[in-house]
Antibody, heavy 121, light 111 residues
Framework: QLQLQESGPGLVKPSETLSLTCTVS??????????WGWIRQPPGKGPEWIGS???????AYNPSLKSRVSISVDTSENQLSLKLSSVTATDTAVYYC?????????????WGQGTLVTVSS | DIQMTQSPSSLSASVGDRVTITCRAS??????????LNWYQQKPGKAPSLLIY???ILLSGVPSRFSGGGSGTDFTLTISSLQPEDFATYYC?????????FGQGTNVEIK
């Protein structure tokens, strides 16, 4: 059974860097069949794709966040990580990691439970 | 960016009703017979979960009362007979081009 679990600080100060980790169990993050991604959802709004990564390290980012975001993988720990710099209150959201399947068309087939990150002083 | 617009934003329905949600993309998201449209269900306090990908392919384990259709810019999600566990918010999402974008959601409530 595939499980994804996000972890990290729930409170980040404005202008600082948000750092989250997603631990994957039940599948290898090095699987050539899948990519992995981060999605966020501000309170009361729809989800927003942040970016995706392949186990090799190849990444794709949402252009609206590209200058501030970095996604990486640690295959030895079976984890992926998200860093978002210079955060403001608009970055307050539930952050999800998810597995990205590419059969037919790209789609997020498994999601973590999410972690709420609040940006506030 | 491709804008995804869902209608209605919310609806009230009864158990057993047939429900259809529409999703319109600001440009075509179909190419070479592939339709880059996915549907997710989200219950309060939970992560979204995939229902349908490529516009009409049900994820394994999803009840057959769910179906998806459409092409080009216009897509639908239909629940043939609404069940109590189906009351939730539904999102469409395009994966045709970056940035992948989601609709604003359709909240299905109990009448």
């Amino acid at each position: 059974q595939l499980q994804l679990q996000e972890s990290g600080p729930g409170l980040v100060k404005p202008s600082e860097t948000l750092s989250l980790t997603c631990t994957v169990s039940g599948d290898s993050i090095s699987s050539s069949r899948y990519y992995w991604g981060w999605i966020r959802q501000p309170p009361g709004k729809g989800p927003e794709w942040i970016g995706s990564i392949y186990y090799s390290g190849s990444t794709a980012y949402n252009p609206s966040l590209k200058s501030r975001v970095s996604i990486s993988v640690d295959t030895s720990e079976n984890q992926l990580s998200l860093k978002l710099s210079s955060v403001t209150a608009t970055d307050t959201a539930v952050y999800y990691c998810a597995r990205l399947a590419t059969v037919q068309v790209p789609h997020f087939d498994y999601w973590g439970q999410g972690t709420l990150v609040t940006v506030s002083s | 960016d491709i804008q995804m617009t869902q209608s209605p934003s919310s609806l009230s329905a009864s158990v057993g009703d047939r429900v259809t949600i529409t999703c319109r993309a600001s440009q075509s998201i179909s190419q070479s017979s592939r339709r880059y449209l996915n549907w997710y269900q989200q219950k309060p306090g939970k992560a979204p979960s995939l229902l349908i990908y490529a516009a009409s392919i049900l994820l394994s384990g999803v009840p057959s009362r769910f179906s998806g259709g459409g092409s080009g810019t216009d897509f639908t999600l239909t629940i043939s007979s609404l069940q109590p566990e189906d009351f939730a918010t539904y999102y469409c999402q395009q994966s045709y081009t970056s940035p992948w974008t989601f609709g604003q959601g359709t909240n299905v409530e109990i009448k």
